[in-house]
């Protein structure tokens, strides 16, 4: 993961404000107003904040550690001491999920970034120069896509060994193809325009053309397929973990929670019961958010 | 699009729902096929001939169906069906009965054992039983160190591959002599051992390598197929010699999941179960279809210490440190009932068991001076290996593992959990790879030289076929051990046994766990299922009703 500032170049981003005639930033601002009045991107959002909010506040929500055991209380059902039950360990359940939304925000953030820079570095690369580069990024993207995505994930993990890091590893490379593939055909579309050929036509460079020019118009389909990529990463991981193969003891992690607490899915059904549903909130934030994104950012739906 | 996001939360609800009953799911999914199959073949049969099914529930695989290679309980539990022994145990003890041999006698110096065999048995290849078929099976145990309970039980080593086995010569078509280069006390009870089932000569012969996906022996039940990880299923033997099988079929069902397995039995799809979840019991024992089975109790269940190593785990006083930092009375409460805390490696059922020994209790202040005094104070890194499979003496490895990791945490130990398969579990703690690791041990001979000589004695730490897997050589344990087996007066044997329990509890290579009453459900059809204290049964005597 350190190498994910280096190869995102990060100077390029600014391009839209660049030349951010009053035009330009009157897209966003539509966007944004547009966003704001669809209620379900409203509500994603709201969860999104709030799970932001519980990640950094994490040691004032918390009733309890995390880890903190009591072989004595265990498989206690929901009570005023402990909201929403302990586990087969006696652990304060509440406690290990709040934590836990932190595990869950890092997973996301860092498996869609490291699926993001590839993702768009060789969905660029591919784009941008055609002929036979284009050919073999897509052919190679093609392969992965054809295998199941929580498949390749494990055979990832297998290779690397069973680990936090790693899951989210496995999960960002798995995450590539979508953001190749999208970045590939808005680049495509882009380089065609005439303010690229104005920048041809000035002898600006290859480079110089797809990261200052190219790319930072490819932007609004790639904030939506990040937003929609955390949640599919969350639950990726979440996947992994509970497979044993992503978060490992003692960690909250809510897939590793799921997988801990399933003995007792008859008897103490809560212990399997809240990881999951937190799981569900945070995927349908993510969904709903990125979903209204996706409306907000689409000129053809501009009234 | 607002449809849309309808839709996504559809979706999403459904895959939420699914990741909740995610595992569980997936194996009842993959299990359900085989299950409905064997299902369905049985109500078919039933339907025709009557013919009766008994599906057997269970965490793991067997490793291999030859039982002379093998010491997980798994794989004797199938063998067990298959193999006949030259004598047997009773079926509710470890006395021993006539099986393969009808008689015997011993000299008087307890040096040479002569066996009369049986001569109407057949193997079930078809081959006649003969005394020379008893003396191939010794001759090869006896060619390699991988006949692992060979070398436990009669002190073989690469030096000396035949131990304290002398000779075995058929001295008659049925007849056999055993000529031992000292006393052995265990001897007869050991042969009793399902590792030590004869196997038919032309069938390892026919297959070599191979010869643990085919057994051949004599015994009740005839080897039909085995798809790995998932069943192994034998028919019954129209011509064996004792006591016929009332049940036509057996199949033994790998399904990990404990919870799973107890769903399918409720839901009547296997029939008998082991390693049932202990918050479990409860439910079975309300349920008016099912029946509790309990296990008499010789067992131990254990956390070795790697003691062959320079690092902490090498030091006595970081070894007795751990055993002091671990709460054990709390521990136990994740057993449910089904276990009592161990003090000693070998079970109180046994004779010579040492109840003197005081345990070393609960005391993080004593666990912190003592680590400090080894100069361990700002703790270490170690590695607990577990199994992820439950097993009889060790119901919930993986959270016991985790309170073990949160007590250690205590005085500064970091551990982190290394969980495996059954298979490769055994295979990396025989090879040392480990610097703790749970096991446990169920009796095979009800003598204490089945625990402490296999367990802890220095002849059975070599690296790769290990059964003492703590590495543990301490040269006064291991002359007390081999002056046991050689002294045929059983008080004397005792008290020796006493005293090397004394040594073991000062070096502290374990921290001993519990000792449990295994729990076995089954459905309330199955009856006259007498479960042994060895760990596995015959299935001859038990039936089904209708």
């Known amino acids: 993961m350190p190498a994910l500032p280096q190869t995102t170049n990060p100077p390029e ?168 593939r999208i970045v590939r055909s808005t680049v495509l579309s882009v380089k065609e325009t005439e303010y690229i050929e104005a920048a041809r036509a000035i002898g600006a460079k290859n480079n110089r053309i797809l990261f200052q020019h190219v790319l930072p118009n490819c932007l609004a389909p790639i904030i939506v397929q990040a937003t929609l990529s955390v949640g599919t990463a969350i639950l990726d991981a979440a996947g992994l973990s509970f497979l044993g193969m992503g978060a490992q003891p003692p960690s909250p992690e809510w897939g590793a929670m799921l997988s801990d607490g399933r003995a007792a899915l008859q008897t103490a059904p809560w212990v399997v019961a809240f990881p999951g549903l937190a799981i569900f909130f945070v995927v349908l934030g993510f969904n709903l958010f990125g979903d209204g994104l996706r409306d907000a950012l689409d000129p053809r739906l501009k009234q | 699009m607002n449809k849309k996001g309808l839709w996504t939360l559809f979706g999403l609800l459904l895959l939420v729902v699914l990741t909740v009953s995610g595992c569980s799911n997936d194996q009842a999914g993959t299990e359900e096929d085989t299950g409905d199959e064997t299902a369905e073949a ?56 006539p099986s393969l041999a009808t008689e015997w006698e011993t000299s008087e110096d307890g040096l040479v054992w002569t066996f009369q065999l049986r001569d109407d048995v057949t193997f079930h290849d078809g081959t006649d039983f003969t005394a020379e078929d008893v003396v191939f099976n010794f001759e090869r145990w006896a060619t390699s160190a991988d006949f692992i309970y060979y070398g436990y039980m009669f002190g073989a080593t690469e030096d000396n591959l035949k131990g304290i086995i002398e000779k075995v010569e058929a001295t008659g078509d049925y007849e056999v002599k055993f000529t031992l280069s000292e006393p052995n006390a265990p001897f007869l009870f050991t042969l009793a051992m399902p590792p030590f089932g004869i196997a038919s000569p032309e069938a390892v ?42 049940i036509d079929k057996v199949i033994f069902r790998t399904i990990p999941d404990n919870g799973a397995r107890f769903m399918e039995l409720q839901s009547g799809s296997i029939d008998v179960m082991n390693g049932l979840n202990p918050q479990d019991i409860q439910q079975a024992e309300s349920d008016e279809n099912l029946q509790i089975i309990r296990r008499p109790s010789m067992n131990v269940s254990y956390m070795a210490m790697n003691t062959d190593q320079d690092g902490p785990m090498g030091e006595k006083e970081v070894r007795q440190a751990i055993n ?67 097993r009889p003496y060790l119901p919930q490895p993986k959270v016991t593992a985790q309170a073990i990791q949160e007590m250690l945490a205590e005085v500064n130990i970091e551990v982190e959990i290394v969980e495996n398969d059954w298979d490769s579990h055994l295979a990396a703690t025989e090879n040392g790879e480990h610097d703790m690791a ?107 009703n209708n």
């Open chain 2, 42 to 97: 049985s109500d078919d049969a039933e339907g025709s001939e009557g013919e009766k099914t008994l599906v057997f529930g269970r965490g793991a695989d067997s490793v291999q169906l030859d039982p002379s290679q093998i010491t997980d309980g798994e794989s004797i539990y199938v063998t067990n069906q298959v193999y006949d022994t030259l004598v047997r145990y009773k079926e509710e003890n470890t006395e021993v009965r």
């Open chain 2, 324 to 390: 002091l930092a671990i709460d054990k009375e709390k521990l136990l409460t994740l057993f449910e009932g089904v276990g009592k805390a161990a003090k000693n490696p070998m079970p109180p059922s046994l004779w010579g068991y040492n109840d003197d020994v005081e345990d070393y209790g609960f005391d993080v202040e004593e666990a912190k001076r003592l680590l400090a005094e080894a100069g361990y104070a700002d703790g270490f890194k170690v590695t607990l290996y577990s199994m992820a499979n439950p």
């Open chain 2, 205 to 246: 012969e026919e297959h070599g390598e191979d010869y643990f996906k085919n057994p051949v022996g004599t015994g009740p039940f005839v080897f039909e197929e085995w798809v790995k990880d998932d069943n192994i299923t034998l028919v019954k033997n129209d011509d064996y010699f004792g006591e016929p099988a009332k």
């Open chain 2, 438 to 544: 749970f096991l446990g041990w169920t009796g095979d001979n009800g003598d204490p030289d089945n625990f402490l000589y296999v367990l802890l004695d220095k002849d059975n730490a070599k690296l790769g076929s290990a059964g003492n897997i703590a590495f543990y050589k301490n040269d006064e344990v291991h002359d007390l051990l081999k002056q046991a087996q050689t002294e045929m007066d059983q008080d004397k044997r005792s008290e020796l046994y006493m005293q090397a329990q004394e040594l073991i509890h000062e070096d502290a290579p374990w921290f001993p766990i519990a000792h449990t009453t295994p729990p076995l459900a089954a459905n309330k059809d199955v009856v006259d299922y007498l479960p042994h204290p060895t760990g596995s049964e015959p299935f001859n005597f038990l039936d089904i």
């Open chain 1, 13 to 180: 981003l600014p391009g839209p404000k660049n030349n951010a005639s009053a035009k330009s930033s009157s897209l966003w601002l539509d966007a944004l107003s547009r966003l704001v009045k669809s209620k379900t991107s409203f509500i994603g959002l709201c969860i999104i904040l709030l799970l932001i909010v519980i990640a950094i506040m994490a040691p004032i929500v918390a009733t309890h550690s995390p880890t903190d055991q009591q072989l004595l209380n265990r498989y206690l059902a929901p009570s005023a001491e402990h909201w929403l039950g302990t586990d087969e360990l006696g652990r304060d359940i509440f406690s290990r999920i709040v934590y836990g939304t932190r595990i869950s925000i890092q997973i996301g953030v860092i498996a869609v970034g490291i699926s993001a820079v590839i993702g768009i570095l060789l969905g660029g690369i591919a784009g941008y120069f055609g002929r036979w580069i284009d050919q073999v990024i897509m052919r190679i993207i093609d392969i992965m896509m054809a295998f199941p995505s929580i498949l390749l994930a494990i055979a990832l993990v297998a290779v690397l060994g069973p680990s936090l890091t790693n899951a989210m590893i496995a999960v960002g490379i798995v995450g590539v193809p979508q953001f190749a």
